[in-house]
């Protein structure tokens, strides 16, 4: 699977260029569901897909910023179109999330192009999908709450993830922060994000194999830290590797499941808010 190529639907620089706003309407909080349940569920949007046009060379910071929207040749499937996707970002917005630039950042990455083919048509519903390995890509309402939550408005300079999946969110962050590093503790999943991301070329992002529950010592401290797993608590080791007034983004539970809020306030002190109800796959320790 991580062999297959894969191209975007068209070049993304005219949405770089256009900034578009969201409204920020509060409606109710989706919460995430599992990947069966999301697939059985929800239909797929449609739109028409748009002809590809060479992109104009990018440098500085903006680069870091954009060399995710670079494309091959466009996929031809109108499921997985730029229309398709300015529709999911407008709903995720809807939904409740307000920060422009963390949507704008949803709007920039082609969540189809870490997928299966297989599953193109449900790429930008508002869906958890399987992505192997027991795993899930998580849905774009939960990355951009996460994200938005843990960014507060503010800047980020150093992020660690846990748990990179195919690499999807960890690309949403690339967009929003200067450095990312991103663990993973399954070997295949590991290559998949790698694959994934190779032809993008994103300068800011550090993908890891290891045990996420470790963190990354090495390079910490970190201005906010994701995780893409649920444990019955957060692991000391990750408290410990917050900057302080750093902010930690976690589900926490078993069955029952909420998004958490975790900010450093000092050198032996954090604080927690339970945030909303959610749902993901278990937080494990370990390599496989």
């Known amino acids: 699977m991580t062999d297959k190529p894969r191209s975007f639907p068209l070049p993304l620089s005219s949405v770089v260029d256009q900034k578009p706003s969201y409204a920020s309407v509060r409606g109710p909080v989706a919460t995430p569901q599992t990947a069966t349940q999301n697939a059985r569920s929800a239909q797929p949007y449609a739109g028409k897909p748009a002809p590809a046009a060479a992109p104009a060379p990018l440098r500085g910071a903006q680069a870091e910023r954009d060399l995710i929207a670079a494309a091959a040749a466009p996929r031809q499937n109108p499921l997985v179109s730029e229309a398709v996707r300015r529709a999911m970002v407008t709903r995720v917005a809807k939904q409740g999330v307000k920060d422009t630039v963390v949507l704008g950042a949803l709007d920039r990455v082609p969540r189809h192009h870490f997928i299966d083919e297989a599953l193109a048509a449900q790429a930008y519903i508002d869906a958890s999908l399987p992505i192997g390995h027991h795993q899930t890509i998580s849905q774009p309402y ?4 996460m994200i938005e939550v843990m960014r507060n408005g503010g800047q980020l300079k150093r992020v660690l993830e846990i748990g990179t999946g195919c690499g999807y969110q960890a690309a949403v962050l690339a967009c929003i922060a200067q450095d990312v590093y ?3 503790r399954i070997k295949p ?14 300068p800011n992002l550090r993908l890891h194999y290891g045990d996420g529950m470790l963190g990354l010592p090495q390079a910490a401290p970190f201005d906010g830290i994701i995780l893409a797993a649920a444990g019955m608590d957060v692991p000391q080791a990750l408290l410990e590797q917050l900057a302080i007034g750093g902010r930690l983004v976690a589900p926490v ?22 945030l909303e109800d959610c749902h993901f796959v278990p937080l494990r320790p370990g390599t496989v």
Do not use: C, D, F, Y
């Not at 999943?189 to 994103?202: F, Q, S």
């Open 189 to 202: 999943l590991h290559e998949l994000a790698k694959a994934n991301l190779r032809p993008m070329r994103v």
């Open 142 to 145: 939960i990355v951009a709450r």
């Open 182 to 184: 991103s663990i993973e």
């Open 253 to 274: 539970g078993g069955r029952t499941q909420h998004l958490h809020l975790v900010t450093r306030v000092a050198k032996a002190e954090w604080t927690s808010e339970a």
